[in-house]
């Protein structure tokens, strides 16, 4: 069996005295599109953020590449490879387009013009935008520029909180088909969202969170095709 | 145009308006730059600035008692080496404790910098004021006959020929490094968004301690310009700075390293021109006042538009 | 005999001085312990307090405007008003913004009554100051009261005279030291009696958790505008107080800004923030110390200079002085960050809010 990319094992994490992860297991293997759902507070970007040492990790592990990265400082974890969109303030509003990806490779020890010039193939909207302050932006090109500031290292893994939220369909389906293309540079995903259709559309296999523990889980088409969680949260209000 | 009135006027207010104006800005550089990048206000900035110009004193006079007579503007540069290292000692030890706390505890913290930076000059180099350069500053006379025949004379002392050329050197150094540079556009961006530049991996750490360097220099220049005006050092000259420091840094709004240099200049003329006889022969505003202009600038500004002129941050 | 009277003044002092500013710290405490309110410029609030009672109270003067003779307490009151109407103003506007801004505001007005002191020479007699300020109990001595109305009911000028000129000369030491520590208790019971109250807890509430407090439909502004304009009238009221006790008050020496809003940020973090008891104990401890380090420093002074006969003792005394402040400077960081509780630390007030229960998984995704 091949070493997942990453790993979350038995998570029991929170902030502060709260604990909103209980037990949280789910991994992503190489080339994989991994989505979460869940129903608000379930404990979805907690679960990111927990990657990131961003919060308290009282039991459980973190594997990257099968080594524990546990309680180590974002910094660090972003230097060893894994990369995350916020969902929100995502993009330095007050630098131009071009800076914030510069930004993005700020651990990247060189080659920085030549991904540039690669960010710029793949995100063809923001080439001519480079000098744009990225706060003059639409929402959905914030998100392009977030998701190619992310990606200016060279990601093993990239992390997408909630890449959609606020936005109308059609960046939707763009940011969606973005997101594809991204895995066919060889760069596995993880996902939390809330358009559970649409994720669990892209992705290869899928995460049901409920109370801070993974209740179901499976491939993508699996998810969406299970009456039980279309009645929990495809067809609801969430 | 250049009569009487334009004379008295551009050589008694405008220039030393603008020469005030220059120090004030490079003051509110660093203000502003602590304020967007470490989120407090700096209560020590002011005190910094004195000890600059005291330590630059005391390289002149080091210096002189070996026979070698220095330019302020050289003996600035060791001393900007120990003011960066009196800013970063000063954030490792009293405001670094306090960074994952409310913000209030490290402007506490920074008050009570001011106090021990002041009494510790006070206690080194005594409470009186100290002749910074002797002697009365002639106009430059190349200047002044060059201005002379073009019928608009200014009498412009060479110090001050000194400050505008060294406020402008630094201003287009920090453009430079703010708009070219790996760690100026990082200081923005950490400016911009601290949690956002903390998960892009940013190491904040460095710049901070660039924050400190670039606030640094500045703060010994626009001591070092201070003195070299006045030509007197005293222990609460930066005390008295700190008020219409912090008002160019809110009237350019918080972050904004121009809106800083914009707001020293408007502050620094609006202080010397409110003492200009405006109307009738008396001064508009009694000189005793001029320091309350900064502050009055400063209250309407908080009431009418707090995120300053150029739109930085308003918490 | 003479020497115990010596050491008994000295203790009066001490009580009268440490008394007032653990008056002024009362006052911080309600803006800063109750409130979270960073007031820089408590010099300010406590030179209006001062300036409004020396001239009010003074007899006319040919230097100042008035003064108007009028009766002490009116001139304390009008003190208050004073200093709590400054507040108000500067409350509205500063408060709604971050606190940095309040603090940048408050050290700005500080300076700026400062300024005004100095500038109105008309109104305020400038830098030379205001003299002969009556003093509670001593100013009973003072002919202009003896000899008019209440007074002058009771007994003739003459007789007056007579009646002060047989008590010793610090007769009213002790009466107006047991006034100043009356008025220190009679507000320790105000301000605890409102930190108990509804308004008290809401204060807490609105310190520990804002945004709460205000989804929670509480006007937090106006609370804090409270807070802030009550802190300031106890300050103008010590600085009443202050100005009695110096009897002649300047606008530069007097209210020099690290001598009083330091020093009282330094009595306040040291006793404890956010309790009365701690603030009232770190006026009269942090006065103690800063007093009696004033004898060992001249004490050492002499010692030193009569070894070294080359070194100047009054060059020595005024670098000592500013070593002194340096080293409350640097214990106030050592509390702030190794005790930030302070002495007596904060007691919360028993409310329901105050035991936390944590209801599950809430509030992540944000």
Aim: overall charge neutral.
């Amino acid at each position: 069996m091949t070493t997942p990319v990453l790993a979350l094992k038995n998570l029991k994490a929170g902030y502060g005295q709260t604990e909103i992860l209980h037990d949280l297991s789910l991994h992503v293997m190489p080339n994989e599109i991994v989505a979460i759902i869940g129903p608000n507070g379930a404990g979805k970007s907690t679960a990111m953020k927990s990657v990131l040492g961003l919060l308290n990790i009282r039991e459980g592990a973190v594997e990257l590449n099968g080594e524990a990265i546990t309680d180590t400082p974002a910094q660090k974890v972003i230097e060893r490879g894994i990369s995350y969109v916020p969902q929100t303030n995502n993009v330095f509003v007050n630098l131009s387009v071009q800076e914030n990806l510069e930004m993005g490779a700020w651990t990247r020890p060189k080659g920085v013009e030549q991904r540039l010039d690669e960010m710029f193939d793949l995100f063809p909207d923001l080439s001519e935008k480079r000098a744009q302050a990225a706060g003059a932006l639409s929402g959905g090109q914030r998100q392009m520029v977030a998701m190619a500031k992310a990606l200016m290292v060279d990601a093993k893994i990239l992390l997408l909180d909630e890449p959609t939220a606020g936005l109308s369909p059609k960046y939707r389906s763009e940011i969606f088909s973005t997101i594809q293309k991204i895995k066919n540079t060889g760069v596995p995903i993880l996902i939390v969202e809330q358009n559970a259709k649409q994720a669990l559309g892209v992705s290869d296999r899928g995460y049901v969170l409920v109370d801070g523990a993974n209740r179901h889980e499976g491939t993508g088409a699996g998810l969406a095709a299970d009456p039980e969680i279309a009645r929990m949260f495809l067809g609801g209000g969430h | 145009m250049w009569d009487a009135f334009g004379f008295e006027f551009v050589n008694f207010y405008f220039i030393p308006g603008l020469v005030l104006g220059c120090i004030y800005a490079l003051g509110a550089i660093g203000i502003t730059l602590t304020f967007g990048i470490l989120r407090f206000a700096n209560f020590a900035h002011g005190e910094i600035m004195m000890s600059g110009a005291y330590l630059t004193w005391t390289v002149m006079a080091i210096a002189g008692a070996a026979g070698l007579t220095l330019h302020p503007l050289v003996a600035m540069v060791p001393a900007a080496a120990l003011v960066i290292i009196l800013f970063l000692g000063t954030d490792r030890f009293f405001y670094k404790p306090f960074r994952k706390a409310d913000t209030i505890k490290v402007v506490m913290a920074s008050f009570g910098m001011m106090l021990i930076i002041r009494s510790a000059v006070q206690a080194i180099w005594g409470p009186n004021q100290i002749t910074f350069v002797p002697g009365i500053a002639r106009p430059n006379a190349t200047l002044q006959s060059i201005t002379g025949d073009m019928g608009m004379m200014i009498l412009m002392p060479n110090k001050h020929i000194w400050i505008f050329a060294g406020t402008l050197v630094l201003v287009v150094a920090l453009g430079y490094l703010l708009g070219r540079t790996r760690i100026g556009k990082a200081m923005r961006a950490v400016s911009d968004s601290p949690d956002l530049a903390h998960v892009t991996g940013i190491n904040v750490d460095m710049v901070i301690r660039a924050t400190w360097i670039v606030g640094g220099i500045c703060a010994t220049a626009a001591g070092v310009f201070l003195v070299m005006d006045t030509q007197m050092l005293e222990t609460t000259m930066g005390f008295r700075m700190l008020l219409p420091m912090f008002a160019a840094a809110i009237l350019g709004g918080i972050g904004k390293p121009y809106g800083a240099v914009f707001g020293g200049l408007v502050i620094g003329l609006a202080e010397e021109l409110s003492a200009y006889p405006w109307i009738g022969d008396a001064p508009l505003l009694s000189p005793g006042y001029k320091t309350g202009v900064a502050f009055a600038i400063m209250v309407i500004m908080l009431i009418v538009r707090p995120q300053g002129l150029f739109k930085g941050r308003s918490f | 005999m003479e020497a115990y009277l010596g050491y008994f003044l000295y203790l009066l002092s001490l009580l009268t001085v440490g008394g007032i500013y653990a008056i002024f710290a009362l006052g911080l405490n309600v803006q800063w312990g109750f409130a979270g309110l960073f007031n820089a410029g408590i010099v300010g609030f406590a030179a209006v307090g001062a300036y409004a009672y020396a001239l009010l109270t003074t007899a006319e003067s040919p230097f100042h405007i008035g003064g108007f003779g009028l009766p002490l307490p009116i001139g304390m009151a009008v003190a208050m008003a004073l200093s709590a109407l400054i507040a108000g103003v500067i409350g509205l506007i500063c408060i709604r913004l971050r606190s940095d801004y309040l603090a940048i505001a408050t050290i700005g007005i500080g300076e700026i009554i400062k300024l005004i002191l100095k500038n109105e020479t008309d109104i305020t007699n400038g830098p030379r100051g205001i003299n002969k300020i009556p003093r509670a109990w001593e100013h009973f001595s003072e002919e202009r009261f003896y000899s008019s109305a209440p007074m002058s009911w009771i007994a003739t000028p003459e007789q007056w005279g007579a009646f002060f000129d047989s008590l010793p000369n610090w007769y009213w030491q002790p009466l107006f030291a047991g006034t100043i520590l009356l008025t220190v208790y009679i507000l320790y019971r105000m301000l605890e009696r409102a930190r108990l109250s509804p308004w008290g807890r809401m204060m807490t509430a609105i310190r520990e958790n804002e945004s709460a407090a205000r989804a929670a439909g509480k006007d937090v502004t106006r609370r804090r505008i409270e807070a802030f304009v009550i802190g300031a009238a106890i300050m103008g009221l010590g600085g009443a107080l202050f100005a009695q006790h110096l009897r002649l008050i300047e606008p530069t020496n007097t209210f020099d800004p690290s001598k009083v809003t330091f020093l009282v940020w330094v009595m306040l973090i040291a006793g404890g923030s956010g309790n009365n008891r701690g603030a009232i104990l770190g006026g009269f401890l942090i006065w103690t110390i800063w007093s009696a380090s004033e004898l060992f420093i001249s004490g050492g002074i002499a010692l030193i200079s009569s070894t070294f006969e080359t070194l100047d003792p009054s060059i020595l005394a005024t670098r000592a002085g500013f070593l002194r402040m340096m080293l409350i400077g640097i214990l106030m960081q050592v509390i702030l960050q190794r005790y930030p509780g302070g002495i007596l630390p904060e007691v919360r007030p028993a409310s329901p809010k105050a035991v936390k229960t944590t209801a599950g998984p809430t509030g992540d995704d944000t």
